[in-house]
């Protein structure tokens, strides 16, 4: 069945960096869009980025672009999120997700129907 894994998260200094990985099972990767999103407590869900499985098309929110990059390996089945320049702000929970999507629509802007467990991220000031 359809299982996503975050994995990568920790405590980080503010400006360091992190890279999270999300690993898919259970469905062909290249028929999907992987999104990450990030919650924190009293605040609404945030999507982050977002990514075919075949690799093209990525989207990033206004708050990380410039500093986080998304990347999909098909033949492990993983995307990953490189989290450069970390500010405190960015302490979340952070969620990959999967959506069945042609490749030709956007990633973002959509409601995801499979959700991983979460990794935690700290940054410290």
């Known amino acids: 069945e359809v299982q996503l894994v975050e994995s990568g998260g920790g405590l980080v200094q503010a400006g360091g960096s992190l890279r999270l990985s999300c690993a898919a099972s259970g469905f062909t990767f290249d028929d999907y869009a992987i999104g990450w999103f990030r919650q924190t407590p009293g605040k609404e869900r945030e999507g982050v980025s977002c990514?075919?499985?075949?690799?093209?098309?990525?989207a990033y929110a206004d708050s990380v672009s410039g500093r986080f990059t998304i990347s999909s390996d098909n033949a492990k089945n993983t995307v990953y999120l490189e989290m450069n320049s970390l500010k405190p702000e960015d302490t979340a929970v952070y969620y990959c997700?999967?959506?069945?999507?042609?490749?030709?629509?956007?990633?973002?802007?959509?409601?995801?129907?499979?959700w991983g467990q979460g990794t935690q991220v700290t940054v410290s000031s």
């Open positions: 990514i075919h499985g075949i690799g093209i098309s990525a």
């Open positions: 997700a999967a959506l069945r999507l042609d490749f030709d629509y956007p990633c973002s802007n959509r409601v995801y129907d499979y």
